[in-house]
């Protein structure tokens, strides 16, 4: 009987799962549609099917399943395991989703907040390379942020550790629904470069881009990188302004952290050396001379799986 | 024989050592000018003797002094016991200035940063409230910071963190000597409160400050506030920006690392509440709403004795 865990990554899109061997290794691994329109009771029985599939696979293949762990979005309360809200699952307010989906697969359960599972994942990627201390930035249509301190997961007072994305960039900058304004994922999240470009075509600017755009009403941030990188002018400067972003971001986290490394995931890292390389390069522009104290500045190695393997971590650590 | 540690803070202008005991009670403390313009082995010197003053001082008094932990500004390495430069010290370039008082007065000796030995002083102040995660601006001529997590002091990979002061609040803001642009430092120390409004004035402000300007050249941190307070419109202006920017500074670190506490420290915090409730206020409107984890903001309270007592404790702590 080899021990392993479940690992659950809970998203607005898909709910993915997978069983998870004590060295981090994922045996197998499942993705179905959250319907997250359906409500809390409708996708929590979507994540028990999706537990008891694993189980019945574990079970075959002579594994022995010992906890779950789930990543799933919004405030939480870790400690007890409630998830407060989630703004891409309707319903989901107050929900004690550990406890019950603890009776409901007859296993210990931990809740993760997504971004720190993920975060957690990708260190355990980099940590045999010495890496202790460690920032991840999730480019998605938010901002997601992990904060890994001295090898451990860092929540902070109130579990909202590495929220980096509501980090303010801009004084008075744009307005985000998170009540605050000049947050780093108005600027720098996958969705918000194709919103940019969209309102500098919308105030008439040239670009490639507008036949797209008025075709479909607004663009991607992959269009804004292939159009920038095809010597799209508009393009160029959207994509390289989220560059100087990020990097300003970088900045922060090393005077704040003073990490080694700061991890970019999510969608906007498809785009691959295209991002990271302005976003280094704008980073040792604008870092200070006084230290020599830089995190290199890295992609993601994990993809897909980082949240499944942090998440199934995670709860090997609390079980 | 009561066991107690020798603290000691080391500035540009003055050195302030003290006995302290396990308690983290100042027994006995004395300052002396630094005379930074004499160079290293000078200064090194006086150090020197004001611990030798206060070793005789233990001794007459029946007290063991087991330590000494001195507090320094710069760019160092803590776990050599090596400054590697200071703006403020002349000729301290990789100076390995806890081996050589360790040597000269033949106890261990540990060496932090001057502004992580303040933050700890004050984290031993506010511990007994139940505080375990805090970060301490100190906002002097520069911004020093320091951060607290989980109740042990954080330095981070590279000996640097809770440089707060060179977090970027201005993308390509006001120039930094650090090599940075925007830094927060050049709009919220005490020095850059005087700077902003001496430019004003230099650019035709309508002010009262007016005629000091012109006659010395300069104005201070306190001149602006309490003309502010007497209700000159461009200081009260500039006083107002201030407390914006400190409040961001406050909305970015309540994200990275979700604090219970943030205490504002350093000259700049004379003016009391004239300074804590515009924060507080700006922090209120200013950060998010998407969930109740704001950290309290507060005024130091040890005033020039944190750095001392912290250095004592680190020390402490390390033997």
Redesign the interface.
Known sequence: MNDCIIGIDLGGTNIKAGVVGLDHAVLTHRSVETQAGGGFEHVFGRIVDLCRELLDWAVAGGHRVTAAGIGAPG?MVHKTGVV??APNLPGWNNVPIRDRLSAAINLPATLENDANAAAYGEYLAVASGGV??MVMLTLGTGIG?G?I?AGQL???????????G??????DGRP?P????GCLERYASAHAVGVRCGEALAAGAESNLRSVWQARGEVTAKEVQEAAQGGDALAARIWDETC??LA?AC???Q??????LIVLAGGLIAAGDALLAPVRRHFAE????????A?RIELARLGGDAGIIGAAALAQIAA
Chains 1, 2 share one sequence.
């Open positions: 405030p407060i809200s202790r201390d942020g904060v301190l860092w929540r902070g007072s109130f579990d909202n550790a590495g929220e980096v509501h980090t303010i960039v801009v004084p985000c998170c009540g605050q304004r100087v972003y300003i900045v922060n986290l005077h704040v952290l003073n990490p080694q604008r870092t200070w001379k006084a230290a020599q104290d995190p």
